[in-house]
């Protein structure tokens, strides 16, 4: 471990922290602009946690323990899986402790917390929310790990930095079995981050709400640790994405004049895939509950087929 | 010298068991002798022989004969690395089932403690001798005195119709699969008439007879450990036993079972076949999408945890079919990573569990329910129990950093380099298994979900839960042993492997770390730190960093007040404990997913019931499927040798007759 690694594992740390509440900022921006409404300024994820940090929090009678560590959990996961996900550089000293397939791991943990504290209290949303997130779980995250092994087969490694090591240096050709995976990747990001078509983030309809149902109870800092988790889950995805499909501009190991650049490329990419991640929210509706399984297990199908068109073709 | 004291001492543990068992007959209806002298000296003897094992791991193999037995027909017994981990596992599973056990039985149930108490250590002594045994007549022997002494125990409420029949159900399903195996036993030895384990090393089979022993093994062991369509025992037996007896039989016994199929495929054997690898593969996926669907099913607490070990041993099944994969095309580091992975994922299933059954065992006990129905919010009322399942519930999910998530990391890693394999068509197949793998993993996330969210949180869905105890002294200590081997062996993945590591260096003639590095103190690389690596201590550190800065943090820069309120739940005043989602609830979107899976009956009411009632049953459909149908084909068939039953002495007269003429006939021409 050199102090070298250190520092760049500590911006990814703070940029992760910074660019999180940013990136769903900006996505709140565009889907706003394109559905003809005054946007919210870019900082309005900031102005909203610092609202709810100074919030008393109010817990429900019946609350256990449970209730109060779920949010330090869930957003621990979170940032741990940010700094695992080479963002800025693959020069990470904690890379090596999780790959790809630790990284599905973590999510999953973080996942398993928040349905958990869903259920504490007991009321009906809750669980009915923590069942459709476990069901969305159970489809997105097989999904998501055949992506991961589609990406690794190709590098031979699970590592993250080793994927993005090998993908960046090959000559720009689209394998077949990325772009399967790649579609399969965005369903699935989809459905992770609640976006729409799976979930609405800014529904309040409750019959129609997966992660907002779970989060019914949470108010004051214990929310405002939630929404932050939600955000970096949104950015650790965007990141991951971007490290297997797009990895150039991340800087490799001791490489400065690469990692000069790297924080504006990633703000650039960042600032496209929330775009389009706007417009796709715009144009798509909304599925019924029961069409999700059907979405996700598309998803799963061409992951698997990407794993397949790789072993078997080599393409 | 060392491994035959190891042997010797194993011996003696088994001995002092036995020992102990027949102590408790003094007093047979003392409970307090038989629980608070008896069982934590049993403890102790378990901790003996995991530290004996322990010592003969890396040791070489020793055998000994013991003239106990039928005259010329000696017990031969041998301790090898493979019976030392399986030992270890026995060992450190059964001291906290033990000491649990010491805390849980009571007086008055069933039968009498001392002659349970006989029961349980003829058992462990069983378990024991079944991994010592060295010839075919000395493991049956153990074999069947563990079937015994297991359905005694299953129907230690033998009052009870429904235990009755579950303990049936158990003895049968156990016998078929004993017949298999001493079927197996027979092929193997090659018509030499030597049944010692050396002979059958010896002896090179031909195909046909290697894979008739083959298949007899995966469905004789398969009965016991529960696969496919034999495991339709399981979820009767663990509702009828006591909880601490459906721990053992789940932790433990179910290992025999991999014992004796890692024992027949990977050492008597020889070298195996591919296709041997793709039968269990098949075999096993089936096995863990069976058991996953259907635990997600249940709403019987200790059901859901029998289906979930289906589902694991599925995993184990499925691990070791990569095993013989590699095996048969000689990619042995492979080969050694997958039998690893087999290995590591059976003592992490015996530890976690061993500790969720115990856990439903203290539930049952605090409020007298196995319904998950009845349960809710036991979290506030025993909080020892639950986070010690909270545990077992992440490991049992397969998360980090627990142990359960390093047997399936391991596991698929394995499945990343079948690319190399030579076969095409295996090629082909075997990523469909590695996502039906990662299938299985999601949904057990679900299941655990559902068990510990049902239990332990939320709202008594009855008034008498809020005067349900916490476990007792000795239960504590029971849960908290088993607890603190999931976090072990969770974060520790290395020096685990490095432990596991001689078994497949005897069995496959290559050990994971001697071919090669597997990381260091803190960071797991199997193959190379580039391939992959895993530290799950760096995780938990950085994790548990994490949480605790943003806690003083928030607690610094803002304020820590919290306030005590109704709950929210959009402002709706009226909500009950019964409007949360009940046990069907909850997994009714998989019922929905997978509904050709099971054989459901709903009853819906309409919307002018004036008594709406909803009812929903969930059947195993392998009842229909396969045993009823052999049911029917059985008594079909007895029916028509019956009409020669026709209970005249003239006939049977004639019967002898035209016997005696067939046979002089026969042996005229």
Redesign the interface.
């Known amino acids: 471990m050199n102090v070298e690694g250190v520092l760049a594992q500590l911006t990814a740390l703070v940029a992760a922290l910074v660019l999180a509440p940013l990136l769903s900022g900006w996505v709140n921006m565009w889907r706003a602009w394109l559905q003809n409404r005054t946007a919210p300024p870019i900082t309005q994820p900031f102005r909203m946690l610092d609202k709810l940090?100074?919030k008393?929090?109010?817990?429900?009678?019946?609350a256990?323990?449970?209730y109060r560590i779920a949010p330090?959990?869930v957003?621990?996961?979170m940032?741990?899986a940010c700094?695992i996900v080479p963002t800025l550089s693959t020069n990470l000293p904690?890379a090596?402790?999780?790959?790809a397939?630790?990284l599905v791991?973590?999510f999953?943990?973080g996942?398993?917390f928040m349905?958990?504290a869903a259920?504490?209290?007991?009321?009906?949303?809750?669980?009915?929310g923590?069942?459709?997130e476990?069901?969305v779980?159970?489809?997105a995250?097989?999904a998501f790990?055949?992506v991961v092994?589609t990406a690794?087969?190709i590098s031979?490694?699970?590592?993250l930095a080793?994927i993005v090591a090998t993908l960046s240096h090959r000559e720009l050709t689209i394998l077949p079995s990325l772009a399967f995976a790649g579609v399969a990747f965005t369903m699935v990001s989809l459905a992770e981050n609640a976006r729409i078509p799976v979930d609405n983030p800014a529904t309040h309809l409750?019959l129609t709400m997966i992660h907002e149902a779970m989060l019914?109870?949470y108010s004051?800092?214990h929310l405002a640790?939630m929404e932050w988790a939600a955000s970096l889950k949104l950015f650790a995805y965007s990141c991951a994405g971007l490290a297997l499909f797009f990895p150039w501009g991340i800087a490799q190991a001791n490489d400065r004049v690469a990692l000069a650049f790297a924080l504006p490329v990633l703000v650039a990419k960042l600032a496209i895939g929330g775009m389009l991640l706007a417009g796709i929210e715009t144009i798509l509706a909304k599925m019924r509950i029961?069409r999700v399984?059907e979405f996700l297990a598309t998803a799963?199908l061409l992951?698997?087929l990407a794993?397949?068109v790789r072993?078997?073709l080599g393409a | 010298m060392n491994a035959l004291t190891a042997l010797d001492g194993a011996l003696t543990v088994v001995a002092a068991w036995l020992a102990l068992g027949l102590a408790g007959l003094v007093a047979p209806r003392s409970f307090r002798f038989v629980a608070h002298v008896l069982f934590p000296l049993s403890a102790l003897l378990s901790l003996a022989l995991a530290a004996l094992g322990l010592a003969a791991l890396p040791g070489a193999a020793h055998a000994m004969v013991l003239p106990i037995g039928l005259p010329g027909l000696p017990f031969h017994l041998r301790l090898d690395a493979l019976s030392a981990f399986f030992l270890v596992v026995l060992g450190l599973a059964s001291a906290g089932i033990t000491i649990f056990a010491a805390g849980y039985f009571r007086s008055g149930e069933g039968t009498a403690p001392g002659v349970m108490g006989l029961e349980y250590h003829v058992f462990l002594a069983a378990m024991a001798m079944v991994m010592l045994a060295d010839d075919a007549y000395a493991f049956m022997v153990c074999w069947e005195l563990m079937a015994l002494s297991s359905f005694l125990l299953v129907t230690t409420n033998h009052r009870i119709p429904e235990i009755q029949r579950a303990g049936f159900l158990y003895l049968l399903v156990a016998h078929i699969g004993a017949i298999a195996i001493l079927l197996c036993f027979g092929v193997l030895q090659a018509d030499t008439g030597d049944y010692t384990f050396a002979n059958m090393r010896a002896q090179h089979l031909g195909t046909f007879r290697a894979s008739a022993g083959f298949l007899l093994a995966l469905f004789g062991f398969g009965a016991k450990a529960g696969i496919l369509p034999l495991h339709v025992w399981l979820p009767e037996a663990h509702p009828a036993a006591p909880s601490p007896v459906s721990a053992l039989m789940s932790g433990v016994m179910l290992k025999t079972a991999v014992y004796g199929m890692a024992r027949v495929t990977f050492d008597l054997l020889g070298t195996p076949l591919w296709w041997w690898g793709v039968i269990a593969l098949a075999v096993g996926l089936a096995t863990a999408l069976f058991g996953v669907v259907f635990a997600a099913a249940q709403v019987d607490m200790k059901r859901l945890l029998a289906y979930s070990s289906i589902e694991n041993i599925g995993l184990v099944v499925i691990a070791f079919g990569l095993a013989i994969v590699f095996t048969a095309y000689r990619m042995l580091p492979l080969a050694a990573l997958a039998m690893t992975a087999m290995l590591y994922h059976c003592a992490n299933h015996a530890v976690f569990k061993s500790l969720l059954f115990l856990g439903t065992g203290s539930v049952l006990h605090a409020t007298q329910e196995r319904n998950l129905g009845k349960l809710g919010g036991l979290m506030r009322f025993m909080p020892w129990v639950a986070v010690t399942s909270l545990v077992g519930v992440v490991a049992a999910a397969g998360l980090p950093p627990s142990n359960g998530f390093v047997s399936e990391w391991l596991l698929l890693q394995g499945f990343l380099f079948t690319g190399a394999l030579p076969n095409p068509y295996l090629r082909m197949l075997v990523p469909v298994f590695a996502a039906g793998v990662v299938l299985v993993a999601a949904l057990a996330g679900y299941v655990m979900v559902k068990f510990f969210g049902v239990i332990f949180l939320g709202r008594p869905r009855e008034e008498k839960l809020a005067q349900a105890k916490d476990a007792g002294m000795l239960e504590r200590l029971g849960l908290a042993w088993l607890t603190a081997f999931c976090v072990l062996l969770g974060l520790f993945p290395v020096e685990v492997m490095e432990v596991i590591d001689p078994i497949p260096a005897l069995l496959l003639g290559r050990g994971l770390v001697q071919g090669g590095h597997i990381g260091g103190t803190f960071l797991l690389a199997p193959v190379s730190a580039e391939r992959a690596s895993y530290s799950p201590i760096a995780i938990l550190v950085v994790g548990l960093a994490i949480a605790g800065l943003a806690f003083l943090l928030v607690r610094r820069v803002y304020h820590g007040r919290v306030r005590r309120a109704a709950p929210w739940d959009c402002g709706y005043p009226w909500q009950t404990a019964r409007m949360q989602d009940t046990a069907e609830g909850f997994g009714q979107p998989i019922r929905q997913i997978f509904e050709p899976l099971y054989r459901m009956k709903r009853e819906l009411p309409t919307a002018f019931d004036a008594a709406p009632r909803y009812r929903v049953t969930v059947e195993d459909p392998m009842w229909a499927w396969i045993y009823l149908r052999i049911a029917a084909a059985t008594e079909a068939v007895s029916r028509r040798v019956g009409m020669l039953q026709r209970g005249r002495i003239a006939i049977y007269l004639l019967y002898s007759f035209l016997t005696l003429v067939a046979l002089l006939f026969l042996t005229q021409a």
């Open positions: 940090f100074w008393e929090s109010v817990m429900a009678h019946g256990s323990p449970m330090y959990v957003f621990s996961c940032l741990l700094m904690l090596p402790a999780a790959d397939i630790a791991g973590l999953a943990l996942r398993l349905s958990l259920m504490d209290v007991g009321t009906a949303f809750g669980t009915l923590a069942r459709r476990m069901l779980g159970f489809l995250e097989p790990l055949m092994f690794s087969l031979d490694s699970t590592s080793s409750e019914l109870e004051g800092r640790l029961f399984p799963f992951g698997v794993l397949l072993i078997l």
